[in-house]
């Protein structure tokens, strides 16, 4: 016979048992460390980070270490070494980190301020120069990202190979890794090098606007540059936005409480997550790894081309 008190008791053994598995992940780890991929300078990475980071703290009850990566190389290796437990990570790094066998599975990406949850790559030029094409600029001087940037490398030599350039070191005079996004739009607003590959969404939601934004761009006068000092040349079909990944072998309950923490973080914590994109995100879309299956597929094809020069 079933009596309340056996009711009772096995409640309060559930909710014991329940109590401990919440407790499970941060006895095993009490830290766990974000590690977000290059794409502004240093400071700027951790004055958006830092609040959000902060939240996350409060939300899973651990303490979470932000890393800023020098590159994104450096988010790859952190993961497969288990170092990093949770990484922003871009399109063409996450699918990178996948093809070479890091145990990272993606759990998040943003939703961008009209809902859709795509980007795309871009060819900026100064709109002071006479170039209006990509044929205008054969023997000028490139400046991309980083190898694994998804915006400032790979989809860039895509779709110069659809133009017929199938070598991009070889139709340009010179191309330049600068190592972040700003780092590109800085190189062409100096005059280092004549088209910049960046990452945009809107003209409002671009790593541009957010350095013109903060007045990081000036004019030979010094006088601050503005939008209309840029012009885009080329635009890509749409990216998927990079996603938000946690290592594959951590614990399920922590793997919830670290989607739970993101999806509610617009309303439990607004200003934190404003400053994450200026206020141009509304939130996080749930994300499974295989949403980056066709990125995958395009790191492979840049590989071939790659290979191809190489032969």
Do not use: C
Not at 74 to 87: D, F, K, S, T, Y
Not at 201 to 213: E, K, V
């Amino acid at each position: 016979m079933i009596t309340r008190r056996i009711v009772l008791a096995g409640a309060a053994v559930l909710a014991f048992a329940g109590s401990a598995s919440a407790q499970d992940y941060k006895a095993k780890y009490p830290e766990l460390t974000f590690a977000v991929v290059p794409a502004e300078n240093a400071s700027g990475v951790t004055e958006r980070w830092t609040p959000f980071v902060a939240y996350l703290s409060k939300e899973l009850g651990v303490k979470v270490n932000l890393r800023i990566a020098n590159d994104y190389a450096a988010v790859i290796e952190g993961q497969r070494a288990g170092n990093i437990q949770i990484a922003s990570y871009g399109s063409a790094s996450f699918a990178r980190a996948r093809l070479t066998g890091v145990k990272t599975d993606a759990f998040a990406n943003d939703i961008n301020a009209d809902g859709s949850t795509g980007y795309y790559s871009v060819f900026f030029v100064k709109a002071s120069s006479p170039y209006k094409s990509i044929d205008d600029l054969k023997g000028k001087n490139l400046g991309l990202v980083d190898p694994n940037s998804t915006s400032g490398n790979n989809v860039p030599r895509f779709e110069l190979d659809k133009m017929g350039i199938h070598d991009a070191e070889g139709y340009f005079g010179k191309v330049v890794f600068t190592g972040s996004h700003e780092n590109a739009v800085l190189a062409l607003s100096q005059g280092t090098v004549d088209v910049a590959a960046n990452q945009w969404t809107s003209d409002d939601d671009s790593t541009l606007a957010q350095m013109l934004t903060k007045g990081m761009l000036k004019n030979a006068d010094g006088s601050a540059m503005k939008k209309d000092d840029f012009r885009i040349i080329h635009k890509s079909a749409p990216i998927i936005n990079g996603p938000y990944a946690y290592n594959s072998d951590l614990p399920e309950d922590l793997k919830a409480a670290i989607a739970k923490a993101f999806f509610e973080s617009p309303t439990k914590d607004k200003a934190a997550f404003d400053r994450l994109s200026d206020g141009q995100k509304k939130g996080f879309h749930p994300a499974t790894t295989k949403d980056w299956d066709g990125t995958i597929e395009l790191i492979k094809f840049v590989d071939s081309l790659r290979k191809k020069k190489a032969t």
